[in-house]
């Protein structure tokens, strides 16, 4: 009977070692890159807006040319602004603290800013002498920065909304063995010297923007929503419209009377003729991707970029006819490699391929398009094509181009580290 005893005890002593063993083994698949947030106040957050020295970029994101000026965004950290008055020698003048920006719009030395949640408005008169005049506070979807590439999930059970804000994250290995409420699975949900007094008028976004002005009225494309404010008093500006347009809104472009959205899924058309109250016209969907859009007469040019959290791996440039604005035709079709923004100027169409470079195409038989230039092993990400010069942004880097004897040709490189 002892024997028995014996050989039972040490049989559960062997069982019990042999499920711990298996308890403390992690599958390495189970365990996924999660992103703990860090936050700080929305007072503090609030309160950090401020003027600075030039500093080195950390990511280059949209491009804005307002006068002989230039406004670089550092993504989610603010503006560096830049004196091109000499396109061959740029020359940094300050940096605006905006935190969790990502688009400007400038309209007769206002200059209007995203700021996580709120609409934030400077008088930049004097670039010496900065000024914030207003804020308006809870206008647009609560932004997030993006996680970094690779997360799988973030974790956002500790963060109080109603009175913190994301300005970063940790990077923590887990084990996830469910989906949960708090927190979400990831695609992001954001919203990426002695100085003269700057000209008036209004000045000249990229493809990537979200901010657009239109006479007194200023658009801003949220991920879902589209906000309108009425800027007739610049220092004062009031809400008019904040209603749904569409689903992953990332873009907007304005050609006359109509709005044209990009969108993960397609192009959105919207009507402007009553300013404050933007109305749907149409449609067009594409592959799922990123998407930003440019309009030259009758004819739109978008990119789609798949990979990453854009969707699918097929990259292309579509030709649509815009002619019919209730109906938008896919005329062609272009293959691409990674493609973020994209402009035209008279008979040019330029692309930004991501790491493949800038292609130049002619666009003087469209839809068929001729690549006539390609400016290769350098990063591109977005381009204003201005009457005298063509600026593109990318990699930290701001590159100048001539249009000289109908030739594109580097006039100059601005390394903004």
Request: aromatic residues 10%; contains cysteine; glycine residues 6%.
């Amino acid at each position: 009977m002892k024997n028995c005893y014996s050989f039972i005890s040490i049989l559960l002593m062997a069982l019990m070692l042999f499920f711990t063993s298996c308890e403390k083994q992690e599958n390495p698949e189970d365990m996924q890159m999660v992103a703990v947030p860090v936050t700080m106040s929305v007072a503090d957050f609030r309160a950090s807006v401020s003027i600075q020295e030039p500093k080195t970029i950390e990511q280059s994101g949209k491009i804005y040319a307002y006068g002989n000026y230039l406004f670089i965004n550092d993504v989610s950290k603010g503006v560096h602004i830049i004196d091109n008055s000499d396109s061959r020698a740029p020359e940094k003048l300050n940096f605006l603290k905006i935190p969790q920006n990502t688009d400007i719009s400038v309209k007769d030395d206002m200059l209007f800013a995203n700021s996580g949640m709120d609409l934030v408005v400077f008088d930049i008169s004097d670039l010496n002498n900065i000024k914030q005049v207003e804020r308006i506070e809870e206008v647009f979807q609560n932004f997030q920065p993006p996680a970094p590439e690779g997360t799988a999930y973030v974790d956002t059970q500790n963060v109080d909304f109603n009175a913190e804000i994301i300005t970063g994250y940790v990077m923590e290995k887990r084990k996830i063995e469910r989906a949960v409420t708090d927190g979400w699975m990831l695609e992001s949900t954001a919203f990426n010297a002695d100085v003269a007094a700057v000209a008036g008028g209004t000045g000249t976004g990229g493809s990537m923007a979200r901010f657009n002005i239109k006479d007194d009225y200023l658009y801003v494309a949220g991920i879902n929503k589209m906000n309108v404010f009425d800027i007739s008093e610049l220092d004062n500006p009031k809400e008019v419209f904040n209603e749904y347009v569409g689903w992953q809104i990332e873009t907007i472009f304005n050609q006359g009377d109509y709005m044209y959205l990009g969108s993960a899924t397609g192009m959105f058309i919207y009507s402007i003729e009553n300013r404050e109250k933007p109305t749907y016209v149409s449609e067009i969907s594409h592959v799922m991707g990123c998407d930003p859009v440019v309009v030259d007469g009758d004819t739109a040019y978008v990119t789609i970029r798949g990979g990453n959290a854009c969707g699918q791996n097929f990259s292309q440039l579509e030709v649509i006819d815009v002619s019919d604005k209730e109906n938008p035709q896919l005329l062609k079709t272009y293959e691409m490699d990674s493609p973020y923004g994209l402009g035209f100027k008279d008979n040019w169409l330029f692309v930004c391929d991501g790491d493949s470079g800038l292609k130049i195409y002619d666009k003087t038989e469209s839809p068929e398009l001729t690549l006539t230039d390609h400016f290769q092993d350098i990063n591109t990400y977005d381009v204003i094509p201005l009457e005298d010069k063509l600026l593109m942004i990318g990699g930290n880097t701001l590159h100048q181009y001539t249009y000289k004897n109908n030739q594109i040709n580097l006039l100059s490189s601005f390394n903004l580290n």
